[in-house]
């Protein structure tokens, strides 16, 4: 079996990292590397930062005003935290 993506919330920073952290775990057993992690949270995103991850350059969508992202084929509006599909 094979992913390429992974959609996932939490109500934490803690968590949000705890979850990550697993994720890598179960990644580097199955060879897989892992990249563009994205949070709207960037405190989570320094974070991940320290622990290894490649975060998404948010701050570039955001910069350029489009706030958006897509995830799993759908647009993901970061700052607002909702998810829509693009006709």
Not at 65 to 87: E, P, Q, R, S
Request: charged share 25%; proline share 2%; with cysteine.
């Amino acid at each position: 079996m094979y992913v390429d993506d992974l959609i996932t919330g939490q109500d934490t920073r803690d968590e949000g990292l705890l979850i990550n952290l697993h994720a890598k775990k179960i990644m580097k057993e199955a060879g897989m590397g892992r990249r563009k992690w994205i949070s709207n949270d960037t405190t989570l995103m320094s974070q991940w930062t320290a622990e290894g991850f490649d975060p998404y350059p948010i701050n570039i969508s955001v910069r350029l005003g489009t706030n958006k992202t897509k995830v799993l084929g759908m647009a993901w509006y970061i700052l607002d935290d909702c998810l829509t599909l693009d006709t």
